[in-house]
């Protein structure tokens, strides 16, 4: 019986520290509770406003990012958009990661070229775009861990001769491309006997290139095919097995999220993520892509319509800036070309030795100024200006007035020649004249040049405002929210390439030809009455008609 009783403790013991072994002690439920806990230290140390995680994406990508008119779905409010919403599979990545960090969540909207100098320069603290960690980007910025993996696939159209395809061999003779500044694009080369097309800007592009059968396929990430297809009933997907399909290399097909290099963010993202499972991400992308389903049977009519009636309110808020922007742009430029060009005119006497150096000095910074801003493209400008005046010199410029700045100084630039081509113009007899009566420069130059000056050049000032019109559609690189940058939007978030540049012509249209008719009924007014009286010395009278 004793036995009996002692083996029974020996059990009952050896149960009770096999439970025990596998119950945390104190101090290792502690070193457990710690290590889920985040570094609000090193977060704090990653972030350009404090409390704020300052998102870019393109949000015209789906499924991956796109544009909404509402905060519908999970939507969520673009900072430097207003009336814009974002949504997709990185806009939700980025509510959870903002969430889990204790963090505000602000997204800002960036042409895809856009994004990288964004982020060295601290306008936003990190991408979330669908980027993939290529070799080039790892030289300029560093990744996160992948959010999201996904293998290669070409889209083509159903019709095409390649829409069977099993393995790149068969895709010998085809016109194939890739989105600019991706790794998409190289893998091409793969490709035996291809036909390599230049690389594209959007996919929007690339989709209305094949439908057109401009190009016979592109190459995407499936996510972004699936979408493409749920919008374009004519499209189709090619898909590979194993070794039959692209060789990746040291690329990789992963999404991860981009960070400034060193950023003490990159440990805290990655320990956020690692908090967000596999099957959930998953789903999130399923749910994404379930909502890019759209009605295949509207019409093109039909299609144009349901556009208008979703993004009409932006088109509109798109056009205003645009016709602002060139307004303001136009004016102020005409101001800075009026006084470089008075500036030009003005005559230093030789024997004035220090007056000659330094006219000659402002002369040489003058002319610099116009044959660089002549010389050099206004995307270019808005890059530099934009991006560097935050990198170099820590200024953070708003879109809109760095748009209204890029645009005067260009403009100016332009105009400077062409009013002191109109100062030029004025007979010299009407400045001598006006110094004989006593009139000094500034007098002789606001009472008798510049007047005939400027009626003379007012066709060409007219020409200048509407070419800003149109011109303001470069500054979507800077994420401006004029006309053409709202149409990407529109066209990234539905695939209807067409339809949506379809519209945008015609309020391009309407602004250019409403602008253009009364410019010419102002400078209808500005010639003067048809029939004038001429007085002499007489009592008689004598009328003229033109």
Do not use: C
């Not at 704020?52 to 499924?63: C, D, H, K, S, T």
């Not at 491309?177 to 006997?193: A, E």
């Not at 060409?460 to 500054?475: C, H, W």
């Amino acid at each position: 019986m004793t036995r009996k009783v002692l083996s029974f403790f020996a059990v009952l013991m050896t149960v009770f520290l096999a439970i025990a072994s596998v119950l945390p002690q104190p101090a290792q439920a502690a070193e457990s509770e710690a290590s889920t806990q985040f570094n609000q230290e090193k977060i704090e140390q990653g972030l350009e406003s404090p409390g704020i995680l300052r998102v870019g994406m393109e949000a015209n990508y789906a499924p991956f990012n796109w544009t909404q008119t509402s905060d519908a779905n999970g939507g969520f409010e673009i900072s430097n958009a207003d009336g814009q919403f974002a949504n997709g599979y990185d806009l939700q990545i980025a509510k959870r990661l903002a969430d889990k960090l204790g963090l505000k969540l602000e997204i800002v909207k960036l042409d895809w070229d856009g994004l990288p100098p964004a982020l060295e320069s601290g306008k936003i603290d990190a991408i979330i775009a669908g980027m993939s960690p290529t070799p080039e980007r790892l030289r300029q910025i560093d990744f996160s861990d992948p959010y999201y993996n996904s293998d290669i696939v070409v889209v083509t159209r159903k019709d095409s001769p390649y829409a069977n395809a099993k393995s790149l061999k068969d895709f010998e003779g085809a016109r194939l491309t890739g989105q600019l500044n991706t790794f998409h694009y190289n893998l091409i080369d793969q490709v035996p006997g291809v036909k390599k097309e230049t690389a594209m800007d959007s996919f929007p592009t690339m989709i209305s290139s094949v439908l057109s059968d401009k190009i016979d396929g592109y190459i995407s990430e499936r996510p972004g095919a699936l979408a493409a297809l749920a919008a374009n009933d004519d499209l189709t997907m090619v898909s590979f097995e194993e070794g039959q399909g692209f060789d990746l290399g040291d690329q990789s097909s992963s999404i991860s999220v981009g960070l400034r290099k060193s950023s003490p963010l990159t440990s805290e993202i990655n320990a956020a993520l690692a908090t967000i499972s596999e099957d959930e991400r998953n789903q999130i992308m399923e749910d994404m892509v379930d909502l890019n389903q759209r009605n295949q049977e509207a019409g093109f009519w039909g299609e144009v319509a349901g556009i208008w009636k979703t993004y009409s309110s932006q088109f509109i808020k798109g056009a205003a800036n645009t016709m602002f922007i060139a307004l303001v742009s136009t004016l102020v430029g005409f101001f800075i070309g009026l006084l470089v060009a008075i500036y030009r005119t003005i005559k230093v006497p030789k024997h004035n030795r220090l007056g000659q150096t330094l006219y000659k000095i402002v002369d040489f910074i003058i002319m610099a100024y116009i044959e660089i801003f002549r010389g050099t493209p206004m995307m270019v400008q808005a890059m530099l200006i934009f991006y560097g005046s935050k990198l170099f010199f820590n200024i953070d410029m708003s879109s809109m007035f760095a748009a209204l700045l890029i645009v005067s100084v260009n403009t100016g630039a332009y105009l400077a020649e062409v009013i002191r081509g109109g100062i030029i113009g004025v007979d010299d007899g009407q400045s001598e004249a006006a110094k004989a009566i006593g009139m000094n420069h500034f007098q002789t130059m606001t009472y008798v040049v510049l007047p005939q000056a400027i009626r003379s050049i007012l066709p060409a000032l007219g020409n200048e405002f509407v070419i800003n019109i149109k011109d303001t559609s470069v500054l979507n690189v800077i994420a401006v929210t004029e006309l053409f940058f709202v149409t990407r939007s529109a066209a990234g978030t539905t695939y209807l390439t067409f339809q949506t540049f379809f519209i945008t012509s015609i309020i391009y249209f309407v602004l250019t030809f409403t602008t253009t008719r009364i410019l010419r009924l102002v400078e209808h007014k500005m010639s003067g009455s048809d029939s004038y009286t001429v007085y002499q010395s007489s009592t008689s009278e004598v009328e003229i008609h033109d």
